[in-house]
């Protein structure tokens, strides 16, 4: 059974870095592209940032700049480096994966746990 694990999160400062890293630990799953999340209470959870298997990346607008999306493909694995942060960066961090199931050829999308950043004035 495919998991996806994130790791990273934790409190910091206003204008501080945090680095976030998920896996997604299953053999036969071909990961095609990854995402990061993020939802706070009574809210929608919100597109933060997307990477292609190719590496092509894709940023929410009001992370544009500040936040890098990476991924290492060799192990499934995708960071979030997380810079000049502000309050309204606080909130449940989420981690998906999207692929293939390489045993059933079916697509398949799984969350993680999801990891607390908060940032404070």
């Known amino acids: 059974q495919v998991q996806v694990v994130e790791s990273g999160g934790g409190p910091v400062q206003t204008g501080g870095s945090l680095r976030l890293s998920c896996t997604a630990s299953?053999?036969?799953?071909?990961?095609?592209?990854m995402y990061w999340y993020r939802q706070t209470p009574g809210k929608q959870r919100e597109l933060v940032a997307a990477?292609?298997?190719?590496?092509?990346?894709n940023y929410a607008d009001s992370v544009m700049g500040r936040f890098a999306i990476s991924r290492y493909n060799a192990n499934n694995t995708v960071f979030l480096q997380m810079n000049s942060l502000k309050p309204e960066d606080t909130a449940v961090y989420y981690c998906?994966?999207?692929?293939?199931?390489?045993?059933?050829?079916?697509?398949?999308?799984?969350w993680g746990q999801g990891t607390q950043v908060t940032v404070s004035s």
């Open positions: 299953e053999s036969t799953f071909s990961v095609n592209t």
């Open positions: 998906k994966a999207a692929g293939v199931n390489l045993l059933t050829y079916s697509y398949l999308e799984v």
């Open positions: 990477i292609s298997s190719g590496g092509d990346t």
